[in-house]
Structure formats: C-alpha cells, structure tokens
C-alpha cells in the first residue's frame, strides 16, 4: 500500500501544479512560453480546473490510504 499512497500523492501534486499550470495559461496571467497556444483560450483554464481538482482528490485519496 505505501507504493500505492506514494504513487498517488506523487502523480496528485504533479496534476495540481499542471491544471495551475493551465488556469494561469488559459487566463493570460501566465504568458509563458510566450508562443504557447493555450495562451489566453478560456477552454484550457475549464481543463486545468479539472485537472487541478482532480489532484488535489488525488492528494486527498492517497494520504488516507494506509491509516
């Protein structure tokens, strides 16, 4: 189980910080990479809010496993 817990608190926070990654971008208050075509499109901030939540149940799930 603790593979289990390690996998899912990893891969959590990775989608966590992406689906930030894709609000910022889709929101324009991220322009990086200048040339990036996720830049100020409303479609990629819905997609990282998903994204983001669904990590941060990730986060959640996997420190509650082996208690």
Request: hydrophobic share 60%; aromatic share 8%.
């Amino acid at each position: 189980m603790a593979i289990v817990r390690l996998l899912m608190l990893v891969i959590g926070v990775l989608a966590l910080l992406m689906g930030l990654l894709w609000i910022g971008q889709g929101t324009g208050y991220v322009r990086w990479p200048e040339t990036s075509f996720m830049v100020g499109v409303s479609d990629w901030a819905i997609r990282g809010a998903v994204l983001a939540v669904g990590g941060a149940l990730m986060i959640i799930f996997g420190r509650r496993i082996g208690r």
